[in-house]
C-alpha cells in the first residue's frame, strides 16, 4: 500500500517563496511519475507539476518559471519549490504518484494535502 505525506505548507506574503515535500512509504522509482496537484477552494483540482522516473518535469503554464520539481530517490521523496508566490497560488496543495499498469491503464495514488496560504 502506498502512502504519501505532504509537509512545508504554510502562510507566506506574496512574493515569497515555500517549499514543499512529499514522503513516500515505498521507492518512488517503482512509480512511473511523481507530481505535484493543487486544489484552490470551490474549483477542481488542478495539475501543478510533474518529474518522471528519468528526472524529465513538465509544468502547469501558470506556474512553469516560478515552481521547481525535484525528487530525491535516496529518501523516496519529491519536493516543489514555489517561488514568487501570488494570491492565486493560495490552495491545498496535493502529492500524486502514478504507477503503470499496463498500456493505457495506469493507478493513482494521492497524499492528504498540505495547505498554502499566500497573503497580501
Known amino acids: 500500500q502506498v502512502q504519501l505525506v505532504e509537509s512545508g505548507g504554510g502562510l507566506v506574503q506574496a512574493g515569497g517563496s515555500l517549499r514543499l515535500s512529499c514522503a513516500a512509504s515505498?521507492?518512488?522509482?517503482?512509480?512511473?511519475?511523481m507530481g505535484w496537484y493543487r486544489q484552490q477552494p470551490d474549483k477542481q483540482r488542478e495539475y501543478v507539476a510533474v518529474?518522471?522516473?528519468?528526472?524529465?518535469?513538465n509544468y502547469a503554464s501558470s506556474v512553469k518559471g516560478r515552481f521547481t520539481i525535484s525528487r530525491d530517490n535516496a529518501k523516496n521523496s519529491v519536493y516543489l519549490q514555489m517561488n514568487s508566490l501570488n494570491l492565486e497560488d493560495t490552495a491545498v496543495y496535493y502529492c500524486?504518484?502514478?504507477?503503470?499498469?499496463?498500456?493505457?491503464?495506469?493507478?493513482?495514488?494521492w497524499g492528504q494535502g498540505t495547505q498554502v496560504t499566500v497573503s497580501s
Open positions: 500524486n504518484a502514478v504507477s503503470r499498469l499496463s498500456l493505457g491503464r495506469f493507478t493513482d495514488y
Open positions: 515505498v521507492s518512488i522509482l517503482s512509480m512511473d511519475t
Open positions: 518529474i518522471s522516473r528519468g528526472g524529465v518535469a
